[in-house]
């Protein structure tokens, strides 16, 4: 019994901290993504991969200029990427069952994540509360160090 009232307590103040820490950063999935500039399917074969499935990026009219030419993103620029699992009609690979989303937003203060700040939410929008640095950032920064860790390009759009 004391035993379970420990374990509730834990499981209490770990999902206060993330929870004060998500309002901190006031991360909040983007309102009508969806409308936004839209890349070709993207297909991650790999099951080991965080990817792994059917991929979409969205790109706001801030982002466009700076993907377009690989230029710098002015503040506010934001990307959205929508992941599906992958499912077989017909020998095709088409997009299964939404599995994640991932936004990348240019702000100045988030100095450890090159100046973008980092977020995951759940096929329903809500904060999945992974680490920006530990769980986002170091591909960013080994893959697109010299395109301001954008990895996709545009040439991925129609
Ligand atoms: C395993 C490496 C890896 C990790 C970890 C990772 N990403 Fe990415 N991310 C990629 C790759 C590769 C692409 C480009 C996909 C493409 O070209 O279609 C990408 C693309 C993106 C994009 C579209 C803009 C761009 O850079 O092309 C966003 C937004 C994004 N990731 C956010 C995140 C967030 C948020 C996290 C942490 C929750 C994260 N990523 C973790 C590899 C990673």
């Known amino acids: 019994m004391k035993h379970t009232v420990a374990i509730a307590l834990t499981v209490g103040a770990l999902i206060g901290a993330a929870g004060a820490a998500l309002a901190a950063d006031n991360v909040s999935l983007p309102k009508g993504y969806e409308k936004w500039a839209k890349s070709k399917a993207r297909v991650e074969p790999d099951r080991k991969s965080m990817f792994y499935g059917i991929h979409y990026i969205y790109?706001?009219?801030k982002a466009m200029k700076g993907y377009k030419t690989g230029g710098t993103y002015p503040e506010g620029s934001q990307f959205v990427?929508?992941?599906?699992?992958?499912?077989n009609e017909g020998g095709k690979q088409v997009p299964g069952k939404k599995t994640m989303i991932v936004v990348m937003k240019r702000d100045k203060k988030q100095t450890a994540t090159g100046g973008w700040q980092f977020a995951g939410f759940s096929p329903d929008g809500k904060p999945s509360g992974l680490d920006p640095v530990r769980d986002c950032f170091g591909c960013h920064e080994k893959d697109a160090k010299d395109r301001n860790f954008v990895i996709s390009t545009y040439a991925n759009f129609k």
């Not at 990427?81 to 499912?87: C, E, G, L, Q, T």
């Open 59 to 61: 790109v706001d009219k």
């Open 81 to 87: 990427a929508v992941n599906y699992s992958i499912k």
